[in-house]
């Protein structure tokens, strides 16, 4: 967990500083079987998060987002970006030294578990959260960055996947949303002329997003472990990414900050660990290439754990 939280803050330090390869574990996703799910420690209360080794339910996911922002009203600042088909909340974290002012300072955006259940960035991020603010003025290299970034985290913006089988649970967590849609094939694409309507976890996104400024951003995902920059659209043969070069920079310090604490991390996809979205397989309506071409957002998607959970 620690080597992955240090790497994540590089990634946003980054911002001020043909082999062939194996199917993509979500071009054919899995149908949901209750028999082969997961039981894994739940916590009811914050207390029990304390070391980090279980997840959180729906209600105590929500109380921490409410405590991070009580406890550091200073730095910590709790949106609500929208709200899922069967009322839950989608929140987002502001962690900045003036939080409640629009600086004049880069915004970077983090977001995990478009899957509901592709879970390790939704803990990774709840873990990210309490580092940063909890480390604001005792560590140099973290205050600098709150001081000169603003950073927000929204860590699950698919809950009911998360909690389908319930707010105490995430054994039945799927990859889909309430109306069995999935969120990362469902936002305007600008290259295809077939565009979805949207789901309403889509819809507050975007006009979140909207009515932000963001330069950089990242999606977290689970089930294999690679940096995966635009286009999802295309194979870069076909059309690299104009910024390719910076990506790969980008992703290179990424992964290999994560390889000074465990050289096998980010393997097994491809040697280098990042890769062109379409080069590991095509996808279309997905958020990546929505952001990167109509927001004008550099993000990627991060795959960050060979587990789901």
């Known amino acids: 967990m620690r080597k992955f939280l240090l790497s ?5 330090l980054s911002f001020s500083l043909k082999a062939q390869m194996p199917i993509r574990p979500d071009a054919f996703p899995p149908k949901d079987n209750p028999d082969e799910a997961k039981s894994l420690l739940m916590a009811s209360t914050i207390e029990e998060m304390a070391d980090w080794n279980r997840y959180p339910t729906y209600e105590t996911y929500v109380n921490m987002m409410q405590q991070f922002a009580t406890h550091f009203p200073e730095i910590c600042h709790l949106d609500t970006i929208g709200i899922s088909i069967n009322n839950r909340l989608i929140l987002c974290v502001k962690i900045s030294d003036n939080v409640e002012l629009d600086e004049d300072e880069p915004e970077f955006f983090y977001s995990a578990t478009i899957h509901g259940d ?3 960035g939704f803990h990774f991020m709840l873990h990210l959260i309490d580092t940063l603010l909890n480390s604001y003025g005792t560590d140099d290299e973290l205050t600098q960055l709150i001081d000169n970034v ?3 985290i929204n860590p699950l913006s698919n ?3 998360t909690y389908f089988g319930g707010n105490e649970n995430i054994r039945y967590a799927r990859r889909y949303n309430a109306n069995d849609i999935d ?3 469902n936002y305007p694409d600008p290259f295809t002329e077939s565009n979805p309507t949207l789901e309403p976890e889509n819809e507050a996104m975007i006009t979140y997003v909207s009515n932000h400024h963001f330069l ?3 999606n977290l995902h689970g089930g294999s472990e690679v940096m995966n920059y635009p286009w999802d659209s295309f194979s870069s043969w076909q059309r690299p990414h104009e910024d390719q070069n910076w990506w790969i920079n980008v992703s290179r310090r990424f992964v290999d900050t994560c390889r000074l604490y465990d050289p096998s991390i980010f393997t097994d996809v491809c040697n280098e660990g990042y890769i062109a979205g379409g080069d590991w397989y095509v996808i279309h309506n997905g958020r990546q290439d929505y952001m990167n071409y109509y927001q004008n957002v550099r993000e990627l998607t991060m795959e960050v754990s060979k587990e789901k959970k």
């Open 8 to 12: 994540a803050v590089c990634l946003i």
């Open 118 to 120: 592709e879970l390790t």
């Open 150 to 152: 603003e950073i927000f």
């Open 159 to 161: 809950p009911d996947g």
């Open 183 to 185: 969120l990362n094939r």
């Open 216 to 218: 950089l951003a990242a």
